[in-house]
């Protein structure tokens, strides 16, 4: 039963125009989010996180959202670069004070052409 | 500073091995995770360990099975291999105190079991 859903495996966006990744959750205990970025042959990097108690966090070209009655997140990426081409992977936990126990997406694939 | 290594980067085995793949963290990081990434359920939770012991655990059979040594290296062990075990292994590893955010992954151990 997968708990943290992004359904769509990829996305291609242009240059300069926004990316939007989604991703739905169904366990209401989770209180915390993040999505992480994987280039190929290495690890899943953190990008942006956001707590339940918020419904935005903004970090530079980075925003995202949390709708918590729709159980939904997405990633804002504005403008997007060539740069940000990788496949991103949403995350949740029920447990804000400890590294552990993460639920991840399956990832989208974001592919991002000039 | 150094990142997460794994050791080693690829590994084949046949069906009824067994595999110990080996996690080094960061340098002062305590918690070591481990998850296995598949391309139908993304990333999944594995283990963590934290000062040589087992901290939490995911939904895997005890086939699968870790441990932390004192310098906070871990190993993670796969028996009687089988094809589903083929998958990407990634660990990371964080502070003491660190929140989620603070988890470091290393590029993984890709494991093809033939």
């Known amino acids: 039963d997968q708990q943290v859903k992004q359904n769509s495996p990829s996305l291609s966006v242009q240059e300069g125009r926004i990316s939007i990744l989604n991703c739905d959750y169904t366990?209401?205990?989770?209180?915390?989010f993040l999505w992480y970025k994987k280039y190929p042959a290495e690890g899943p990097t953190f990008l942006i996180s956001?707590?339940?108690?918020?419904d935005k966090n903004e970090d530079g070209r980075f925003t995202v959202f949390l709708n918590k009655s729709a159980k939904h997140l997405s990633l804002h990426i504005v403008p997007s670069q060539p740069g940000d081409s990788a496949v991103y992977f949403c995350?949740?936990?029920?447990?804000?004070?400890?590294?552990?126990?993460?639920?991840f997406g399956t990832g989208t694939r974001l592919q991002v052409t000039l | 500073k150094a990142g997460v290594t794994q050791t080693p980067r690829y590994l084949i085995k046949t069906r009824g091995q067994q595999v110990t793949l080996s996690c080094s963290p960061i340098?002062?990081?305590?918690?070591v995770s481990w998850y296995q990434q598949t391309p139908g359920q993304g990333l999944q939770f594995l283990f963590e360990?934290?000062?040589?012991?087992?901290?939490n655990k995911g939904n895997f059979p005890g086939r699968f099975s870790g441990r932390q040594f004192s310098n906070s290296r871990s190993e993670m062990n796969v028996s009687t291999l089988e094809l589903g075990d083929s998958a990407l292994y990634l660990c990371?590893?964080?502070?003491?105190?660190?929140?989620?955010?603070?988890?470091?992954f290393g590029p993984g151990t890709r494991l093809l079991v033939l």
């Open positions: 990371a590893s964080s502070r003491p105190s660190g929140g989620l955010e603070t988890q470091y």
């Open positions: 360990y934290f000062s040589e012991t087992q901290r």
């Open positions: 956001i707590s339940s108690i918020k």
């Open positions: 340098s002062g990081h305590r918690s």
């Open positions: 366990n209401s205990m989770f209180d915390y």
């Open positions: 995350a949740a936990s029920g447990n804000t004070g400890t590294a552990s126990k993460l639920t």
